[in-house]
T-cell receptor, first 114, second 110 residues
Framework: DAGVTQSPTHLIKTRGQQVTLRCSPKSGHDTVSWYQQALGQGPQFIFQYYEEEERQRGNFPDRFSGHQFPNYSSELNVNALLLGDSALYLC?????????????FGSGTRLTVV | DAKTTQPNSMESNEEEPVHLPCNHSTISGTDYIHWYRQLPSQGPEYVIHGLTSNVNNRMASLAIAEDRKSSTLILHRATLRDAAVYYC???????????FGEGTQLTVNP
């Protein structure tokens, strides 16, 4: 049973560019969350999607946006990239109504902005 | 979000038990206590969770204080593969997010 799959695994972008990261949730999961993890820090919540809508959002600017598709997969888009956006981006999935019982995380996409 | 306090680092020897403490004095009655761990170059991995009672699973045990203001993650026999950053998180029952702190870096010595 595949867990959470993220692509690409690594990415290098230039300041000002736009990037799209992709996530396929674990089989049976319908809720997807995105996190940003800077080097040496814990992950920070960006937002969560369920039923193709953003349900909750963390303290991130509008440059960060997302989408969820009917098959529950999700994309994270970041516009006008800044050097400070360099981080590990993590996707986590769960089944709605069972979030209190734990999330499954992917291995992340390492984004480097130069 | 309610906050947790964990030691920055701990060391253990292989095959010995490890007790990882977490203080959460501002916990509310409906907050779940979650533990995740993160191995190098991987995403966080769910370990265990509880609400009021002690919990056991194949990975670990969770001991929750009677007043719920602290908890302890217990690894019964540490292995080298248990070396990771361990995060203690309070999750609101109705909320979506996990609020990660700095976690405890566990080193396991052979």
């Amino acid at each position: 049973d595949a867990g959470v799959t993220q692509s690409p695994t690594h990415l290098i972008k230039t300041r000002g560019q736009q990037v799209t990261l992709r996530c396929s949730p674990k089989s049976g999961h319908d809720t997807v969350s995105w996190y940003q993890q800077a080097l040496g820090q814990g992950p920070q919540f960006i937002f969560q999607y369920y039923e193709e809508e953003e349900r909750q959002r963390g303290n991130f600017p509008d440059r960060f946006s997302g989408h969820q598709f009917p098959n529950y997969s999700s994309e994270l888009n970041v516009n006008a990239l800044l050097l400070g956006d360099s981080a590990l981006y993590l996707c986590a999935s769960t089944e709605q109504g069972r979030a209190n019982y734990g999330y499954t995380f992917g291995s992340g996409t390492r984004l480097t902005v130069v | 979000d309610a906050k947790t306090t964990q030691p920055n680092s701990m060391e253990s020897n292989e095959e010995e038990p490890v007790h990882l403490p977490c203080n959460h004095s501002t916990i509310s009655g409906t907050d779940y206590i979650h533990w995740y761990r993160q191995l190098p170059s991987q995403g966080p991995e769910y370990v265990i969770h509880g609400l009021t009672s002690n919990v056991n699973n194949r990975m670990a045990s969770l001991a929750i204080a009677e007043d719920r203001k602290s908890s302890t993650l217990i690894l019964h026999r540490a292995t080298l593969r248990d070396a990771a950053v361990y995060y203690c998180i309070l999750k609101e029952t109705s909320g979506s997010r996990l609020t990660f702190g700095e976690g405890t870096q566990l080193t396991v010595n052979p």
